[in-house]
């Protein structure tokens, strides 16, 4: 069982934007060494006890733009939340390169 493609989850830990206190965000790579992820709006059960256990906060958030709701990460401190354009641009890619601290967590 030679299994190269891996799932992992990432838990960045990044000063938010609007408030700069620091916050954990969670976010699935779908596969090791490719930019392919999402956020918690398409998260499992599972993957969403995973986040939280790892002290990210997800919420239910209305986009005005999408007239819909959807799960994202949520800053505990002053409430604002991560799209999923940002969580590509400012969290992935900060984590890539080194630019903050960061977890993974490898899942089936
Ligand atoms: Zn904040």
Partial sequence: MDKKVQKQMF?????????????NVALVNEE????????????????????????VLIKEQFSATRQESYYANTCPNCGV???????????????????CEYETIDLA
Avoid: D, N
Wanted: with cysteine; aromatic share 18%; charged share 25%.
């Fill in 81 to 99: 939340f991560v799209g999923q354009h940002f969580l590509f641009t400012e969290y992935f890619c900060e984590a890539s390169y080194g630019g």
């Fill in 32 to 55: 090791v060494g490719t930019g392919q992820i999402y956020g918690p709006e398409e998260f499992t059960k599972e993957e969403m006890r995973l986040a939280e256990e790892h002290g």
């Fill in 11 to 23: 838990i960045v830990k990044s000063p938010c934007y609007k408030c700069k206190e620091m916050f």
